[in-house]
């Protein structure tokens, strides 16, 4: 079920969530065994369905497709380095170390792609600019604010797609007029945006914006619950950084394939792994389930 509001886990603090969000896409960069590398991408594909619900996933396969060919199909073709030989194509070795080491590579890219996406549907504008406002309130604001206009100019262009609908005029026949009806709607969002921008620069003048000595409210404050999820966060990361920085998860493509021994530490960091990635689910399941005991109590 989509979750529009982000779940309990989205009103956590936003210096909590910077925390967890940067801890899991650098452990997804570093942590390159198969088994980990699936649990992130599998547990981030359903993480990003509860958030965004399924048509949320068609950016990331349209990003991970092109890259699945090129890495899959293209790249044996001018990189040979590896032991094992499947086959022989004009007179060039392709090997099997290739395709695993292009494969991780995509589940690398898409799972920490994916994992951003989730970070963007967690934290906000207003919390990003929270965040980043006291190194530099102008570097905060430019960067919220490109944040923002991507999924608003996809918004607009949808409303202004279906204002054309319901005149008649988006389903023109032949190229040039469909071509020509693009541009027609390209220019109205243009339009749209340009006198937005006016408005919002009215609006921050009139606020006061750039003057010295001005203020600017903050209403995010550390609650108790939010300095027992940090503590929890980095008690789950800690095994995981050990085994990473120790070398135990360290993996080999060429000259062969070699995976990492599984051993008691490998596979501590792999529990705690898992269990850093589930904490978002974890915590908003345990929610419903108080939230629908508390209802049942008051029938």
């Not at 009215?202 to 003057?211: I, N, Q």
């Not at 000595?213 to 940090?230: E, F, H, V």
């Not at 599984?262 to 960091?269: I, K, L, Q, Y």
């Amino acid at each position: 079920m989509r979750r529009s509001d982000g779940g309990r886990f989205a009103s956590h603090h936003p210096l909590v969530h910077m925390i967890y969000f940067l801890t899991v896409l650098l452990l997804c960069m570093f942590c390159r065994p198969p088994a980990f590398q699936l649990a992130g991408l599998m547990i981030g594909i359903v993480s990003l369905i509860r958030l965004q619900g399924k048509k949320g996933l068609l950016l990331y396969a349209w990003v991970g497709i092109p890259m699945a060919i090129y890495s899959l199909l293209i790249n044996p073709l001018f990189l040979h380095r590896g032991e094992t030989v499947l086959f022989s194509l004009f007179h060039h070795p392709i090997t099997l170390e290739v395709f695993l080491y292009g494969g991780s590579a995509v589940v690398m890219v898409v799972t920490v792609a994916i994992w951003f996406g989730i970070m963007g549907s967690c934290l906000s504008s207003d919390r990003i600019y929270y965040l980043f406002s006291r190194i530099s309130s102008r570097l905060a604001l430019y960067f919220s604010m490109t944040l923002r206009s991507i999924p608003q100019l996809k918004e607009r262009y949808e409303m202004v797609r279906q204002g054309q609908i319901a005149l008649g005029a988006h389903t023109p026949d032949g190229r040039r007029k469909k071509l020509s009806q693009m541009g027609k709607e390209l220019s109205i969002l243009l339009s749209w945006s340009l006198e937005d921008s006016i408005e919002v620069s009215d609006s921050m003048e009139a606020r006061g914006y750039g003057l010295k000595g001005r203020t600017s409210y903050r209403r995010y404050r550390m609650r108790k619950r939010d300095w027992i999820l940090a503590a929890l966060l980095i008690c789950l990361s800690i095994p995981v950084w050990t085994a990473v920085l120790s070398g135990s998860l360290r993996l080999y493509f060429f000259p062969a394939y070699i995976l990492p021994e599984w051993n008691r530490m490998t596979g501590c960091a792999f529990v705690f792994f898992v269990c850093l990635l589930l904490l978002p689910l974890a915590e908003d399941k345990a929610a419903e389930l108080k939230n629908g005991r508390e209802a049942d109590a008051d029938e």
